[in-house]
């Protein structure tokens, strides 16, 4: 980090710095959070699958969106970024139904108001992805909210900009992904507007932090999908009896190494670059 970077917050799993007047360090820990409580054991290398994700993406997805990425630093969990002024949603789009829209599906038939077929099965395809934006909780779940709700919050005109790029976004990197023999069944951007009044994506970007990957040779709808992401961790949580309040119970061995081969994995096979590779020399990345 440089002498003048200021230490401004920190996130579940990001430190974030203030460097001179326009622009941010982000850097990214190996923690991991599970029912926004962030637990008290690390998973190695996280950080490093999360920033080398994210510039990869930010590399190649420039012509549909613009992105506020500058710079990766060689310690491979840092990138140097221009401020944003973010919009106050989140942007998620849905090819699968899964997670909290699967059960907001089984509730009413719908989600976000988008009224979906009847019939469907968890983790089912939608006939086409849909953008499903969701409040942004400073304590707590995000919230599903509806486009009329996510416009007023916005403007049309920045809401319209952003669902647009976010549709692109998710259908570029489904289209890569299914060639790697993965499923990206949903994923959250954080978009938001610069100095000259454009939109741009932020934060991090189709990670498995922020997106649901599923294994394409053991996809089968129906129930839940094994994942590149941290399902793992939420399973084992699930079985220990926790009742989801902070502290979070310490992870053993096992999954602590399951989960970061998980994370690996989704890394090599989406980007094709090995990640002792991206270790060694992160700008390989871009």
């Known amino acids: 980090m440089t002498v003048d970077a200021v230490h401004i917050a920190s996130g579940k799993v990001r430190e974030i710095y203030a460097v001179g007047d326009d622009a941010l360090a982000l850097v990214a820990s190996d923690r991991i959070s599970t029912f926004d409580v962030v637990l008290p054991t690390q998973i190695p290398d996280k950080g490093r699958v999360l920033t080398g994700l994210s510039a990869f993406w930010f590399a190649r997805t420039r012509e549909i969106v613009p992105n506020h990425l500058l710079e990766i630093r060689d310690d491979g969990r840092t990138m140097i970024c221009r401020k944003l002024e973010m919009l106050p949603i989140e942007c998620v789009v849905r090819g699968y139904l899964a997670g909290s829209a699967w059960k907001d599906y089984r509730e009413t038939g719908a989600v976000c108001g988008h009224q979906l077929p009847a019939g469907l099965e968890e983790s089912a395809s939608l006939p086409e992805p849909i953008f499903t934006p969701a409040t942004k909780a400073a304590e707590g779940h995000d919230e599903n909210i509806d486009e009329e709700q996510a416009a007023a919050l916005c403007g049309e005109a920045r809401y319209s900009i952003a669902k647009d790029a976010s549709l692109e976004l998710y259908r570029f990197a489904s289209k890569r992904a299914e060639a790697r023999g993965i499923i990206l069944a949903d994923t959250k951007f954080e978009l938001g507007v610069d100095a000259g009044g454009a939109i741009v ?64 994995e989704a890394f090599e096979r989406l980007t094709e670059i090995r990640f002792d590779d991206y270790l060694a020399r992160p700008e390989v990345v871009l």
């Open 201 to 264: 994506l932020g934060d991090e970007a189709l990670t498995p932090d922020s997106s649901r990957f599923w294994p394409a040779d053991s996809y089968a709808p129906g129930r839940p999908q094994p994942s590149f992401d941290k399902q793992f961790v939420r399973d084992w949580c699930e079985q220990t009896g926790w009742d989801k309040t902070s502290p979070g119970p310490e992870l053993p061995r096992d999954v602590v190494a399951g989960t970061r081969a998980r994370y690996v």
